[in-house]
């Protein structure tokens, strides 16, 4: 199978349009702006505001993730407050800087243009705004001189920022983001790129709407905990070995702890001729403030169902070949993952597929080598296993 790419961690792709909290229906509940002392807005004024999602491509958004800065695809919902008067407030401009920040800007024909080096978070010792940054190397500077503004064209429903490339962590071209700079209140003037950032932002409204309801598992479910190993295919993860609930509904399966890095969601899956089908996207919570789904798939390819065989004597689950568990912060396509697992087995024992002729087996921890053929077969006996087959 084609190998699943990880860029670090990724990034989660979020809402479309909502009711807004910010209606215009009844003019005599409107209100002007608030800022605050550092002149940061803090609401913006009445306006009709609407969400968008980020297009997912790859290497537009940096993040930091402690010390380090990461690259990968962009994050987060963008909501849009529009006023009667053409004034355009956006909500948290840089994708995975999300403190309900806002800019301002003035919408004018096919542009919404936004004034750079705005004010959008104060600490104890810093300012924090929004500014242009360039790539050097491994690292952004600032920018100033490239744009007084910050501009965002409008094509049919997308709103695409102008002046800006993806980002490449070898080449030096001239590489421009937006992104989060910090200068000290004890030396102002003085800027630090704070590792948030994004280049090739293009927001549009989508044709449907993800669904983030958590699963949860009936009242009063019955589960075990199996033992639950799996192998990175991306190479940079861990492989996983540790435990997970599993709790049956008739036919329907839910499993808590499938996903390692959000261990406490729940997935389900509906059982029908020994497959296990868990249906495509599960929302499976946040990570790194994205929005994570679990499916199955393949590099570049669109989300799909993901599989588990079972065997009801033996209780194991195995998963398909060439099959991958992903987490993913986007619901409809794999492209930049944040894991990408295969061969699944949660269970005491998970016995030789029947058709492969030769195949390194275990019991009780202990290697063995089997010759599978028809008669192989595995007897659950409260829960100790018997192996009927040809040691070789």
């Not at 199978?1 to 215009?24: E, H």
């Not at 542009?111 to 690292?139: C, D, E």
């Not at 009936?218 to 070995?241: H, I, N, R, S, W």
């Not at 993913?328 to 016995?351: L, Q, R």
Request: hydrophobic residues 40%; aromatic residues 12%; contains cysteine.
């Amino acid at each position: 199978m084609k190998k699943i790419f990880l860029l670090f961690y990724t990034i989660a792709i979020a809402l479309g349009v909502k009711a807004s909290a910010y209606s215009v229906a009844n003019v005599e509940n409107y209100t002007e702006e608030v800022r605050d002392s550092n002149n940061i807005i803090i609401e913006p004024a009445t306006g009709v505001a609407k969400e968008y999602r980020r297009k997912v491509i790859p290497l537009t958004s940096c993040f930091r993730v402690g010390e380090r800065a990461c690259v990968d695809i962009q994050a987060s919902d963008a909501m849009m407050v529009e006023c009667e008067d053409g004034t355009v407030y956006w909500k948290d401009p840089i994708s995975h800087y999300r403190k309900g920040s806002w800019i301002k800007g003035k919408k004018e024909g096919t542009t919404i243009t936004f004034p750079a080096k705005q004010p959008v978070f104060a600490s104890a010792n810093y300012l924090y705004t929004v500014r242009w940054g360039v790539q050097t190397g491994t690292n952004f500077a600032l920018a100033d001189d490239y744009s007084e503004d910050i501009i965002l064209d409008i094509v049919n429903d997308s709103l695409i920022l102008r002046g800006s490339m993806a980002m490449d962590l070898v080449d030096d071209s001239k590489h421009y983001l937006i992104g989060i700079f910090r200068e000290k209140f004890s030396k102002l003037g003085t800027y630090s790129f704070y590792a948030y950032g994004d280049s090739q932002t293009n927001l549009y409204i989508p044709s449907r709407w993800p669904d983030l309801n958590l699963i949860m598992p009936p009242v009063g479910m019955v589960t075990e905990k199996l033992p639950y190993t799996a192998q990175d295919d991306t190479g940079v993860l861990e492989d996983v070995k540790d435990s997970v609930l599993v709790g049956w509904d008739a036919d329907t399966v839910y499993i808590q702890g499938l996903c390692p890095h959000l261990p406490d969601g729940w997935v389900k899956g509906t059982l029908q001729e020994g497959i296990v089908t868990f249906k495509a996207p599960q929302y499976i919570g946040q990570r790194y403030l994205s929005d994570m789904w679990m499916f199955g798939g393949d590099i570049n390819e669109k989300a799909t169902d993901y599989h588990l065989k079972y065997d009801v004597e033996s209780n194991y689950f195995v998963g398909i070949a060439d099959e991958d568990l992903i987490e993913n912060a986007t619901d409809e396509w794999v492209i930049f993952n944040i894991s990408a697992y295969n061969n699944i087995i949660i269970g005491t024992f998970a016995p030789t597929d029947i058709n492969e002729p030769f195949r390194n087996a275990y019991f009780n921890n202990q290697p063995i080598k089997m010759i599978v053929n028809g008669q192989f077969r595995i007897v659950r006996n409260d829960k100790r296993y018997t192996i009927m087959g040809v040691e070789e």
